[in-house]
């Protein structure tokens, strides 16, 4: 992949100054677009394998740490257990984290507060770019994914604005446009929003063509919105003796916007029920009036059904 350009000079202090992320065009970033982004938290203490080990350590009686089977593929249900599933216990996994097809994930690591910290430092360098755009940035997390090629984590789609960085070793990252309904239709986003299912978030080979891909290294990283479909995948290619494991970090937020699209998506799947054929969030002018009835809607079974939504609503 091309390399980005360094950041433009005089830029304002952030919080923390010793690592943040900046983007190739502050001019052309959009939230509702892919971009590629440069950052230095590779760099960060927090974000080597050691402390990971020892966060890990914290988050495994949260059901936290998760694992994926070896030999899934980009096309595969995307299952991940809260138990290796070859019953290595977590130091054993560790300390074998870099033989082939190794996979962990440390779900929101903001859980532990140092973490939670760094996600809020991170999130601080770019919500000059987040704000102006889509403001009330609330429940940000942390998800990271350590891994020993070759491995994949199959495709599916997330409910979060994503700042994904490369942290070590190299991965590759696809990204499909959102707004594709051949390969995500208006009813399984909806599905996905309101009751977390992924039962028809599906990667068909005719998709594979219409993908954006990149090979990322250590402080490359991509930004992708809400529901972006995404998969990830490492090989052989780069490793050494020295450098054999991969470890990435999904620095994730909601905005006031993406708490808005989940109201109009509740309200739209009653009408889609109803025999109607809704306007997707952001392409109706009574995208306000959907939004309060979208609120009524979930009220409703807040009380009367027992329904919890998920985060983000």
Known sequence: MDKLKQPEPNLEPQPNPSYRIWVEDAGDFSLDKISLLRHNYHEHPLL???????????????????????????????????????????????????????????????????????????????EGLISKEQPGIFSPQAFIFISAPPSVTPFHIDRENNFWLQIRGQKIMNVWDRNDRDILPAPTVENFIIDKSLNTVTLRDEFMSKKFEWDLGASEGVYFPSTSPHSTRTTEAWVSPENGVSISIGVVFYTETTRKHAYIHSLNRFLRRMKLDPKFPGESKFDDIKFTLGKVLVGFKKRFRSYTPPTGF
């Open 48 to 126: 080597q394998i050691d402390q990971l080990e020892k966060l890990a350590q914290k988050l495994l009686p949260l059901n936290q740490c998760r694992f994926i089977s070896p030999g899934a593929t980009q096309q595969s249900e995307f299952i991940h257990k809260p138990k290796s599933p070859d019953g290595r216990d977590l130091a054993e996994v560790f300390e074998r984290i870099s033989e082939p097809g190794s996979w962990i994930a440390l779900y929101n690591a903001e859980t532990d507060p140092k973490y939670a910290q760094l996600v809020q430092e991170a999130l601080a360098t770019v």
